[in-house]
Structures are given as C-alpha cells and as structure tokens.
Nanobody, 121 residues
Framework: QVQLVESGGGSVQPGGSLRLSCAAS????????MRWFRQAPGKQRELVAA???????NYADAVRGRFTISRDNADNTVTLQMNSLKPEDTAAYFC???????????????WGQGTQVTVSS
C-alpha cells in the first residue's frame, strides 16, 4: 500500500507564500503522476497542479504563474510552492498520486489526508 503524508499548510496574509510537501511511503513498484487538489467549504474538489514522472506540469488557470509544482523521484515527494496567495486560495489541499504496487499491477490513485491553507488578513 501507499501512504501520502502532506505537510506545510497554515495561515498566511494575502500576498504571502506557503510551501506544501507530500511524501509517498509504503510498499510499491513505482509512483506515477502526482497532483495537488484543493477543496473549499461548500465547493467541489478541484485540481490545482499536476506533474508527470517525466516532469511535465499542468496548472489550473486560477494558480498559473503563482504556484509551482515540483517532484523528487528519488524520494517520491512532491512540492507545491504557493506565492502571491489570495483569500480565494483558502482550502484544504490534498496530495494525490498514481502508484503501481508491483510490476504486474495497474495504476491506482492514492490520497493524502489533506492540509489546511488559510489566506486572510
């Protein structure tokens, strides 16, 4: 199985920065694409950023140019650097990763427990 553990959430004023990290651990063959989602109260969970194993990235329009996703394949970690934060970025942020448990199995999606980001003056 795969465990995803997020860290780095917190409270910040508008215009500030936060850095989220997520580490994958457990018994698996390979970690594939890694993503960050967020969910604000009363809203659906939405994709924030994604990064393939190759390093190719994709961002939601609302965060492009402000957030940067990166990964370390050796440590199976993904990081989300969030700059110029806005109140509308307030949400629970969830790490998501595709993993193959063995060479013979297909990709399965795993989720972290979430970390809260609050942007407020």
């Amino acid at each position: 199985q795969v465990q995803l553990v997020e860290s780095g959430g917190g409270s910040v004023q508008p215009g500030g920065s936060l850095r989220l990290s997520c580490a994958a651990s457990g018994s698996f063959y390979r970690i594939g694409a890694m993503r960050w989602f967020r969910q604000a109260p009363g809203k659906q969970r939405e994709l924030v950023a994604a990064i393939a194993q190759s390093g190719n990235t994709n961002y939601a329009d609302a965060v492009r140019g402000r957030f940067t996703i990166s990964r370390d394949n050796a440590d199976n970690t993904v990081t989300l650097q969030m700059n110029s934060l806005k109140p509308e970025d307030t949400a629970a942020y969830f790490c998501n990763a595709d993993a193959r448990l063995t060479y013979y199995t297909t990709w399965i999606a795993y989720w972290g427990q979430g970390t809260q980001v609050t942007v407020s003056s």
